[in-house]
């Protein structure tokens, strides 16, 4: 399963990093992603990395600002968030699958993580 943590109530211009940690089994064949669920809207991509050879993408709203990484020691994958703005807060989902920017290529999911930013 994973398990995503790190959210919270930040200001514009802050920073923050989540953590999706997996266990129960390896993820070493698959992508991790990140995406992000804003009230009344689809869920949308955010970054992806793939645990065996760290190719990463990004959304272009949050290239530049945002980073991805995988600790393969941990069992963790990162999202590194900084210089926030109001338009980032969301709920953030992390998950598991085919490497791609398509939620629906993403089987398993972690429960959400609230990331509000305040003006």
């Known amino acids: 399963q994973l398990q995503a943590s790190g959210g919270g109530l930040v200001q514009a211009g802050d920073s923050l990093r989540l953590s999706c940690a997996a266990s129960?089994?390896?993820?070493?064949?698959?992508?991790t992603g990140w995406f992000r669920q804003a009230p009344g809207k689809e869920r949308e991509f955010v970054a992806t990395?793939?645990?065996?050879?760290?190719?990463?993408a990004y959304a272009d709203s949050v290239k530049g600002r945002f980073t991805i990484s995988v600790d393969n020691a941990k069992n963790t994958v990162y999202l590194q968030m900084n210089s926030l703005k109001p338009e980032d807060t969301a709920v953030y989902y992390c998950?598991?699958?085919?490497?791609?920017?398509?939620?629906?290529?993403?089987?398993?999911w972690g429960q959400g993580t609230q990331v509000t930013v305040s003006s």
């Open positions: 998950a598991a699958g085919v490497y791609s920017r398509s939620v629906h290529d993403y089987v398993y």
């Open positions: 129960g089994r390896t993820f070493v064949n698959y992508a």
């Open positions: 990395i793939r645990w065996s050879g760290g190719s990463t």
